[in-house]
């Protein structure tokens, strides 16, 4: 059984940054794609940064392009986001989520999910 747990969120100021990691357990972390998602209050979760099995490849939301970086360590069964320059449109709860096979873009597609790290960016 897959489990992941994010951690890392806080309340930080417009312009900050934070990292958040997702620690996967239970099944080989290499085996799996990873995806980073969102929620704001009273909106739809939406895609945030996907990354390969390897590493190699990575995709990302047009919202978060050149301030987000999404990584993976293979060895400590970890993907990161680090977050920069951070806005208040950032403001949601952020879940990362494993498939099997290659990254994805839809959160569909994601069969297992972390509990989610709320990031709250003032203003």
Excluded at 91 to 116: I, L, M, N
Aim: aromatic share 14%; hydrophobic share 35%.
């Amino acid at each position: 059984q897959v489990q992941l747990v994010e951690s890392g969120g806080g309340l930080v100021q417009t312009g900050g940054s934070l990292r958040l990691s997702c620690a996967l357990s239970g099944r080989t972390f290499s085996n799996y794609a990873m995806g980073w998602f969102r929620q704001a209050p009273e909106k739809e979760r939406e895609f945030v940064a996907t990354i390969s099995w390897s590493g190699d490849i990575t995709y990302y939301s047009d919202s978060v392009k050149g301030r987000f970086t999404i990584s993976r360590d293979n060895a400590q069964n970890t993907v990161y986001l680090q977050m920069n320059t951070l806005k208040p449109d950032d403001t949601a709860v952020y879940f990362c989520a494993a498939k099997r096979r290659d990254y994805s873009e839809h959160a569909s597609a994601y069969s297992w999910w972390g509990q989610g790290t709320q990031v709250t960016v003032s203003s």
